[in-house]
């Protein structure tokens, strides 16, 4: 996404945000689903407001909670206004660019808007449900908010939804933890090693196994599934 602005001359971009940059944030992988691009909304804010001098001022939703938020002034200067422009993308209800949208509001921005493209708005009972919404924005399992919904037990749910279910705690923290250094570090968050004693640990892949070596374990297995049968 990107943030532009009108001048005689024409338009400018004021600033610019993409998903592929949340991997200097901590997210290695998936940057193209809805919390992604939630994480990258909120990144623009930031960017935003940091430049233009009002990251203090404007805060937004430090706790991502999926409820329906709308920035107020608050001090000498307005919030920043902007419009959301789809272009040729489709407004379909859950769509990722409205994930966007949310992101950039909850970090600060001012954008005309209402819940009836979020996920959890039932058209239908004209409802919204901040609560299926923030687990879209922490990346949980759509089978594992079904079965919720349906007071299922974990027996009815499958094994890899159950081993999501598990560590969704894990999932919550550390999308947590991007969208915080995002918050600190709008630019580009200082090297981030996982560290131990003091020293910065990296990844060390294991060397190959030498070709011989695999081949006699292969004939060992060979051997003994024949002395099996």
Do not use: W
């Not at 979020?118 to 079965?147: Q, V």
Request: aromatic content about 6%.
């Amino acid at each position: 996404p990107r943030s532009s602005t009108l001048a005689i001359s024409g338009d400018f971009v004021l600033e610019s945000a993409y998903g592929h940059e949340l991997a200097n944030f901590g997210l290695k992988v998936g940057h193209s689903n809805y919390a992604a691009c939630y994480a990258t909304g909120l990144l623009l804010a930031r960017r935003v407001l940091t430049k233009l001098g009002m990251d203090q001022d404007y805060q937004g939703v430090t706790a991502a909670d999926g409820a329906e938020y709308h920035v107020e002034a608050d001090g000498e200067r307005s919030p920043f206004r902007a419009y959301l422009d789809i272009g040729l993308a489709r407004a379909t209800t859950g769509a990722n660019i409205f994930g966007v949208l949310k992101g950039a509001v909850d970090g600060g921005l001012d954008i005309p808007h209402k819940c009836k493209r979020f996920p959890g708005y039932n058209a239908e009972e004209k409802s919204y449900d901040a609560d299926a919404h923030r687990a879209r924005i922490f990346g949980l399992p759509r089978l594992l908010l079904d079965g919720r919904a349906r007071g299922e037990g974990p027996g009815s749910l499958p094994a890899p939804v159950l081993r999501l279910r598990r560590c969704r705690h894990h999932l919550r923290g550390h999308r947590g933890h991007v969208r915080a250094r995002a918050r600190r570090y709008p630019r580009q968050p200082p090297a981030h090693h996982c560290c131990q004693g003091g020293q910065a640990q990296l990844f060390q892949p294991e060397e190959a196994e030498p070709q011989a070596k695999r081949k006699e374990r292969v004939a060992t297995k060979k051997a003994v599934m024949t002395n099996r049968l």
